[in-house]
């Protein structure tokens, strides 16, 4: 399978995915390309230090919003591939490429849908509110990508327990380590191996 991983930040998450395929948790998976919207983003580092193609797509490149569009689609469309991974990418995903790629595009999300999830949810400020409202669980999802934000069908979760006295930089770093670097391999691994399936009631699975 190809995968195609797409970032706007640190990448750690696109480590996750580089380290497992590296150490044969994720197999049958090659990493085509790496797309990020930010220049200065250390996943393009990260990919490089890897040996994986990796460009940048920058808004800022573009006069019009369709013309950025037509350019991540064409950088993915040059991948060809069999699945694209949202791994901490901040940009709306343009129609079109949901269209294109219906049911091939995951996303990992740090919290559990449909809990601390949609517009203005992103980044360190799901875990801000996360702490605002007291609860006493989260985690993170893995879920395909519809026209929605954070709406389409869900794959994985994992919970993850808020401490007292928990930052939103301290409980960011557990959602990563216990729940997102996790199951976002986890997922890529059995979608590469065709270890997913829809039970009885349109849900997906991972097979073990
Ligand atoms: C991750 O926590 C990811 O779940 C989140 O951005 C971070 C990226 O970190 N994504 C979202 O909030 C999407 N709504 P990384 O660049 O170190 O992988």
Redesign the pocket.
Known sequence: MRAVVM??????????ILDAIRDGKITNTEICGVISNRPD???LTRAQKAGVPAICVSRKSFETRQEFADALLAAVDSCKPDLIV?????VIIPEEMIRRYEGKII????SLIPSF?GDG???L??HERVLARGVKVTG?TVHFVDEG??TGPILLQKAVAIEPDDTPEVL?RR??EQA?WQILPKAIDAIANGRIRKDANGNWFVTE
């Open positions: 970032v706007s930040g640190g990448g750690t998450n696109l480590q996750a983003a250390y996943a949202l791994a901490g990418f901040l996303n990992i999300h740090p999830c949810f992103y980044g400020h799901v993170a934000t954070d960011q959602v990563m997102e």
